[in-house]
């Protein structure tokens, strides 16, 4: 994933943050200051029919968004406003992509990008020297460091776990 794709996913978070919990302050200063209008029936939040599992509190004929929860202390959302309800598909939603991304990304870019380097051991003077390249490139395709081998011509070692690593300027494995 580039920058840029980072970006437009980061854009559409803060924007989906933005459209569902700005207006909240609005609608607090609406119902403090409407003094004369008749408070609007609701039933009791204690009624057992609106708590499910006695944790989730759905009531649609509740107009707020937020409830003082039934145990303990803090809040908790009314899942019979619309409003909830949008935030919870929301998230299952983001979540759902998250999951599917980074597998499509491998599936579709074919590769992973290696942190490991490319080490040639080469002899001076009865000494063995280890001289690092650049970064490499491993597709998923070849599996096993022979193969690698095979296909390179040289032999690769990377910070793979179970497979040891070279130890820089010695030339043995640590």
């Known amino acids: 994933m580039n920058a840029l794709q980072l970006l437009v996913i980061c854009a559409i978070l803060i924007a989906v943050v933005l459209v569902l919990f700005l207006p909240f302050p609005r609608w607090q200063r609406k119902v403090d200051t409407r003094v004369d209008?008749?408070?609007?029936?609701v039933a009791s939040r204690d009624d057992d029919q609106?708590?499910?599992a006695g944790f989730f509190y759905s009531n649609?004929?509740?107009p707020e968004l937020f409830v003082?929860?039934?145990?303990?202390?803090?809040?908790t959302l009314n899942f019979g406003h619309p409003r909830a309800r949008l935030f919870v598909i929301t998230l299952l939603v983001m979540l759902f992509v998250l999951m599917l991304v980074p597998p499509l990304a491998v599936a579709l870019f074919g590769g992973i990008v290696s942190d490991a380097t490319r080490l040639d051991v080469s002899h001076r003077n009865g000494?063995?020297?280890?001289?690092e390249e650049s970064p490499l490139i491993l597709p998923l395709s070849t599996g096993s460091p022979a193969e690698?081998?095979?296909a390179t011509g040289r032999a690769e070692r990377s910070c793979v776990p179970g497979r040891g690593l070279w130890s820089k300027g010695r030339g043995r494995q640590s």
């Open 127 to 131: 000494i063995e020297e280890l001289q």
């Open 148 to 150: 690698q081998a095979g």
């Open 50 to 52: 609106y708590w499910y």
């Open 68 to 75: 003082p929860r039934r145990f303990g202390f803090g809040w």
């Open 37 to 41: 209008r008749p408070p609007i029936p």
């Open 60 to 62: 649609p004929n509740d």
